[in-house]
């Protein structure tokens, strides 16, 4: 059994959910310890208890430990054996992050999984439902990833109460990456989505975020409006309202930033922070945006072959990963960069096979 520190680097609910995840794609026992010790308050939340036994349902894990502010688990998974899920985090917690830890033990499952998540779909921080489908699973399927995900419901703090459902296909292995130069902006496109709300919100979020990408020299982008409203089947039960940008290159690299609205900030400032974000990881040059880097670091270590990517941001979160990956799977990265500022990564992975 593997002990893992949970208070290393980053110290959040990350290292929980990436531990679990490699642990059920690669069989192997962990303990992991300090749970959110650099959080407050500490331990388990209850959106960490639902990742965990989702991923435990998946790979017939046995658990222990699994309370609301526990500091320390045991998982020792079975063979993940695929099938039909549903799961409810309670509260609006990201219903994308759950997915997160699922994805990995799904691909090696025994049969393709369908999952029906309910909780929060749109949160603060965590990637938004939108950007999974639009950047996430796009990038991925370069790797052989075969999964899609459905937005039933949205859901914003505080109740929640969206519902999304994916499919994941098992893979026989994952094939490596490599996104290094990008080259020029073909287009830039994006979707600015409200509930509840009037639909100038929607309107003036994509009306600012395509004048200031334009006006850094990119396409015009290609913003659709979603305007929801009780009526609709797909209308959350909490106003809130958002936009994801997308901008696709010349070799067909995504990189993607968003942006989430709160209670008293005006829509211009909502579609202006996402604009502002993607033109700053355009002008780096990388392949790569800086939330898709951290997300791809499992995904390298598990695959046949040698990876290598161009990150916009080095953040603390793909550090994290990347000692995860080192720590679980003994697999070697290559950093080139500091944190903080654009960086190539490599590294070789351990070509995990699926035995089914």
Known sequence: MIEVPGDMLEGGGQ?????????????????????RAKRKPPGLRPQHLTAIKSVASLSGAKVEGLSVGSMSIEFTPSTPRGGDFRFDIGTAGSTTLILQALIPAAL???KPTTIEIRGGTNNPWAPPIDY???????????MGVNASVSLLRR?????GGGVIR?????????????????????RVFGLSYSCRLPDHIARRMASVASKLIESAGYPEPEIELEVLQPNHPKCSPDPGCGIVLVAELENGALLGADALGEKGKPAERVGE?????????????????????DQLIVYMSLAKGR????????TLHTLTCIELS?????VEFEVDGEEGGPVTISCEGVGLENPQ
Do not use: C
Not at 273 to 293: F, P, R, S
């Open 273 to 293: 922070e996402a604009a502002q974000l993607l033109v700053e990881q355009l002008e780096t040059g990388a392949a790569v945006d800086k939330h898709m880097g």
């Open 15 to 35: 290292i929980l959910r990436m531990s679990v995840a490699i642990s059920a794609a690669a069989k192997k026992p962990i303990r992991v310890v300090n749970i």
């Open 326 to 330: 080192k720590l679980l799977l003994g």
């Open 307 to 314: 990876s290598e990517i161009r990150v916009s941001e080095l």
């Open 155 to 159: 859901g914003f703090y505080p109740r």
């Open 108 to 110: 090696y499952a025994q």
């Open 132 to 142: 999974l489908n639009l950047v996430m699973l796009p990038t991925l399927s370069r």
């Open 166 to 186: 994916a499919r994941i296909n098992p893979v026989k292995s994952l094939k490596p990456i490599k996104l290094v130069e990008g080259g020029g902006v073909k």
